[in-house]
C-alpha cells in the first residue's frame, strides 16, 4: 500500500498558496533547494506534474489543483483537531463548497444561496466561480457539495450527476436611464439597432436570446459579448447599451446598478439548476436553498 509523505505535501501546499519556491521557503523558514526536493519527491510519488512554469512564478496543473484542494481540506481538518483538544473550538465548522458558473448573473446567484448563510456558524461557505465544465470536474470528485448552473448536466460531460431545477424567471431587458428613454417607446420593436450588451453564444440565456431575435425579426446592434454578468451588468449601468437579466431580481438589478427596466421579453426564459452527485437531495445546505429557490425565489 502506498502511504502519503505528508511532510512533501505541507511543502507543496506551502509552495502553491506563496506562489512561487522562494515565498514558500521564506514561509517555512528553510532553504529553496530543501522545498524543491520536496515537490520532486511528491510528483514522483504521485507520478504527476503538479507545477507548471509561469514567467516567475508557479501555476498549478490540473492534477495540482486537485491535489491542492484535498491538502487544504487536510490541513484545514488537522487545525480543527488541534483547537478542539485545545479546548478553543466548541464545535466543529462544516464547509459548504458552491460551485457557481461564471455566466450566471451574481445578484440572482446571491438569492440562490441567500437562505444557507443562515445556517452559520453549523456550515462555513466557500464559493468558487468557474466554467461550468470544470465546476463538475470537482464536483465529480467531490471538491464540490453542488454546482450552481444555467443548464442541465449533459451525457457528454461523462460526470455522475443530477440535475435539480431550482425554478425559472422570465428575462427584461435594463439600461442607462438616457438609453432606457430612447428605446421604451414602441419596445420589443425599438431594440432593433439598438445597442445592446449580450452574453456569450455558449450560455443558455443568450441562445434564447438569439432564437428570439430571429422569431420576431430584431437585429440589435450587438457592441459586447460579455461572459461575466456583473461586467455586463457594470458596463450596462455606465451606458455602453442595453441588457437582458433575470425578471425575478428586477428591483435589486435597478438598485444596484442604477438602471431603468424597460420591458419584459415574452417567452425568453432563464433558468436556474443545482447539480449534485446525489440524486435524491439530503445534504441540509443544498436542501434549502432548493426549497427555498422553489417556494419563495421563483414560486
Known amino acids: ?65 486537485a491535489v491542492f484542494r484535498y491538502a487544504d481540506e487536510i490541513f484545514s481538518l488537522g487545525r480543527e483537531l488541534m483547537q478542539t483538544v485545545r479546548g478553543e473550538s466548541q464545535a466543529t465548522t462544516k464547509k459548504f463548497r458552491v460551485g457557481v458558473s461564471d455566466s450566471l ?49 449533459t451525457p457528454s460531460l461523462r460526470v455522475r450527476a443530477y440535475s435539480h431545477l431550482l425554478g425559472e424567471t422570465s428575462v427584461s431587458v435594463f439600461g442607462a436611464a438616457a438609453l432606457a428613454r430612447t428605446v421604451r417607446k414602441g419596445f420589443p420593436q425599438s431594440l432593433h439597432g439598438a445597442p445592446m450588451l449580450l452574453q456569450t453564444a455558449n450560455t443558455a440565456v443568450r441562445q434564447s436570446l438569439d432564437q428570439w431575435f430571429d422569431v420576431h425579426r430584431i437585429e440589435p446592434k450587438i457592441v459586447g459579448e460579455i461572459e461575466d454578468m456583473a461586467m455586463l451588468q457594470t458596463l450596462g449601468e455606465h451606458g455602453l447599451g442595453l441588457f437582458a437579466a433575470p425578471t425575478v431580481v428586477r428591483r435589486e438589478i435597478c438598485r444596484r446598478y442604477h438602471v431603468a427596466r424597460i420591458g419584459e421579453l415574452d417567452r425568453v426564459r432563464e433558468r436556474f439548476y443545482a447539480i449534485s452527485v446525489e440524486r435524491r437531495i439530503t445534504h441540509p445546505a443544498v436542501k434549502l436553498i432548493a426549497d427555498q429557490a422553489k417556494q419563495r425565489l421563483f414560486g
Do not use: C
Open 1 to 65: 500500500m502506498d502511504w502519503l509523505n505528508y511532510h512533501h505535501l505541507h511543502y507543496f501546499w506551502t509552495v502553491a498558496k506563496e506562489g512561487s519556491v522562494s515565498r514558500a521557503a521564506a514561509a517555512l523558514h528553510v532553504a529553496q533547494p530543501t522545498v524543491s526536493a520536496q515537490l520532486r519527491s511528491l510528483e514522483r510519488a504521485l507520478k504527476q506534474r503538479l507545477f507548471e512554469r509561469q514567467g516567475r512564478h508557479l501555476k498549478l496543473t490540473a492534477e495540482g489543483e
Open 105 to 153: 448573473p451574481k445578484v440572482t446567484t446571491y438569492r440562490i444561496l441567500e437562505p444557507a448563510l443562515v445556517l452559520q456558524p453549523a456550515f462555513r461557505l466557500h464559493v468558487r466561480i468557474d466554467k461550468t465544465e470544470r465546476l463538475l470536474g470537482e464536483l465529480a470528485i467531490h471538491g464540490l457539495d453542488i454546482v450552481i448552473a444555467d443548464s442541465p448536466m
